[in-house]
Structure formats: C-alpha cells, structure tokens
C-alpha cells in the first residue's frame, strides 16, 4: 500500500516528520545518482520514480482528493530536506508541486476542471511543468483562434522536468504581441500533437532538471482548456498566482542546497581534528544565515496563510522571502568552499556542485534587484 492509495489518504494526518522522512527519503535515493546526471546533464530520473511511488508529488493534493494534505509550510521544509540530498531533484519537483498548490487554490475558487487535475496527481501520479521562466509577463508564443479553440505556435524554454511531464502550463499571445493584446493561460498534454522537446539543457548548474525547449507547432487546445486570461505585459491574473505559490518552494530548494553545502564544510572541518577561529566563525555565520533565511520562507508562509490574497501586498511578501534565500544560499555555498578549501575545487566535491547550482536561483522571477525595486516602489509610494 502507497501512501497514495485513497483508504490511506482519507484515514490519517500527514504530519511534520512524515513529510520530511518522505524527503530524507526520495533525497537519499537522488544523491546516490547525482554526480552522474550532473557530469551527462541528464533528469534525475531515479528520484522521479520513488516520488510517484511513494506519493511524494501528490503530497498537497486535498485529503478528499485522494492526497495528504500537506501544507505550504510543510511542503517548505520538505523541498529544503531534499535540496540537502540533490538540489535538482528538488527544483524539478518544485516546478509541479507549485502547480498542485495553484490548483489546490482555483478548486477552493470553485474552478471546476481543478478537482479532476488533483486527482489525477494523487492517483495517477499526473507530472505538471510549466513554461513560466520563459513567458513571464510578454510571451512569444502565438495563439491563433480556430475553431472550438485555438493554435499554439512558439518556442519555450527553462522547461524543467520536460522529460517527465504530462502536462505543460504555458500561456499564448491571442493577437499581436503589444499593448493591447490578451495572453490565454492554459494546460496542455505533453502527448498533444505538434509538441516536441529539443534537448538544449547544457548549464552551468543544475543540469539534472532536465530544463529543455518545447517547442509548440500549430497545437490544438481546445477553448474549453483556457483557464484564465490577463493584460500581455502584466503580472496579474493566472501569472499573479502561480508566482506566488512558487516562491516559497523555490526559496526552499535552493536554501536546500545551501544546506547541504554547509553540512558537507562542517563534514570536512571536523575530519581535521580541531577547528581554526576563522573556520568556527565561518560555520557560525553559515548556520545564523541558514536559519534566518529558513524563518523568512516560514514566515512569509505564515503571512500568506492558508487561503492568500492574490495581490501585489502577497506578492512583495513571497518576494521578500525568496531573495533572501536565494541570496544566502549563494552566500552560504560561496562560505562553504573556503572552509573546504582546495579539496573543493574538484569537480568530485559536492561543494563544486553545490556552488553552481545555486547560481540558478537568482534568475527566477523576480530577480533579487527586481524584488528589491517592487519593494521600494511600494514603499514610496504609501
């Protein structure tokens, strides 16, 4: 019995610990096969495959739809334990499980296609992907009205976890791209015709996502499939609530491998015997930051609560929250480097691809400088 099988789901609580053992455990498996689809940039396959059978990409999912319920919060501190073990691990499946809260969100707004999606996650072990890194506010994928629907046309790219998505959330331009156009958001099956994935990941950290292109030839969605429209070139409406839900789990997975760097500095500090002041001091700051990074995620969580105002007051607290981790996890990584020392240089040190991979984080929206500007913008402005 999985712990997605519907008696267990509708029978017991899912707890702290029981998420985080979830964790340790998809985490375990990942780093096993980490370095391997580090050096061949190639998906972290292995984790993929316990997460679905264990249940662990169907966590948020509502306990009535089969899922456990988990929360936010929890869901934090998971994608952090994870991003200990692999940190490629834990941004691909963060790309999902952002989605499978942004549904759990339009099912608590009546939307009436979201209990299906969640249930087809907890059950079927349904994978979501998203173009978002891509589109953002002013995609170039063109949608061209049809009959019953409309035509995808156009290139994505940032697509992590392409290879093991079913379905992709993306969103097209219905008009020239402009002013005065209309962006259609949808879901679409990854096995629809004219969609096709070019393998273009080659980076300098985390390569095992698997982030590849999708490239979209005239594909078909039906007009019933269009979950929401918003202004080309604004932050609002489906956008607006998809960022949302995803930086706190994005701040996670990257605190995550911050994490893991300053656990393996510690490793190799004490195989020395006794610590010099500048290493003691080094690991000191490295923990302060962690923990003051893991508590503004939490507390921007706390601040959302559990049915979050889709505003620009909910978006600069998430915001907030995500670049001080993304902004410590580089520092951290940087830290834990210099209290390795040479041994870390190489290319079979978990630290060398600990620091790459947290290069990563500050190019998801918002930057850390863009943050900054909403921030003061806002404030400016009271």
């Not at 008696?7 to 498996?29: M, P």
């Not at 005239?218 to 918003?230: D, Q, S």
């Amino acid at each position: 019995m999985t712990l997605t099988d519907p008696v267990v789901a509708q029978t017991t609580t899912i707890t702290d610990d029981d998420v985080l053992s979830l964790a340790t455990q998809v985490g375990r498996e990942a780093a096993a096969y980490e370095a391997v689809h580090d050096h061949d940039a190639t998906f972290v396959s292995e984790a993929y495959d316990l997460m679905k059978s264990v249940g662990y990409l169907g966590l948020p999912v509502p306990v009535e739809l089969g899922g456990r319920g988990a929360s936010m919060r929890q869901m934090v501190l998971a994608q952090e334990e994870l991003g200990r073990w692999s940190g490629a691990a834990a941004l691909s499946s963060t790309m999902h499980l952002y989605l499978t809260f942004v549904q759990r969100f339009r099912h608590r707004k009546g939307a009436p296609d979201a209990a299906g999606v969640l249930t087809k996650v907890a059950r079927d072990g349904l994978v979501m992907a998203t173009s978002g890194g891509s589109d953002w506010v002013s995609p170039s994928t063109v949608a061209t009205q049809v009959d019953s629907g409309y035509e995808l046309t156009g290139r994505k790219v940032f697509c992590s976890q392409a290879p093991a998505a079913d379905v992709l959330s993306t969103c097209g331009v219905l008009g020239e791209p402009g002013p005065d156009a209309t962006v259609l958001h949808m879901g679409v099956p990854m096995s629809s015709p004219g969609i096709s994935v070019v393998e273009t990941w080659d980076t300098l950290g985390m390569r095992g996502t698997a982030s590849h292109d999708i490239v979209f030839d005239r594909v078909f969605v039906p007009a019933e499939k269009i979950v929401g429209t918003r202004p080309y070139g604004s932050l609002s409406g489906p956008l607006l609530v998809a960022v949302i839900h995803f930086c706190p789990l994005g701040g996670a997975a990257y605190l995550g491998v911050a994490h893991g760097a300053l656990d393996e500095a510690t490793r190799v500090a004490r195989s020395r015997g006794e610590a010099t002041a500048s290493a003691i001091r080094q690991v000191g700051d490295m923990t302060a930051r962690l923990r003051t990074a893991r508590w503004a995620l939490l507390g921007a969580v706390d601040e959302m609560g559990d049915d979050p105002t889709m505003d620009e007051a909910t978006l600069e607290t998430v915001l907030t929250a995500k670049r001080q981790a993304v902004v410590e996890a580089r520092t951290i990584a940087d830290t834990a480097l210099e209290v390795a020392g040479g041994g870390a240089f190489f290319r079979s040190s978990p630290l060398e691809r600990a620091y790459r991979d947290v290069r990563g984080g500050p190019f998801h929206p918002l930057p850390p400088e863009a943050t900054l500007e909403l921030i003061g913008r806002r404030a400016l402005s009271d």
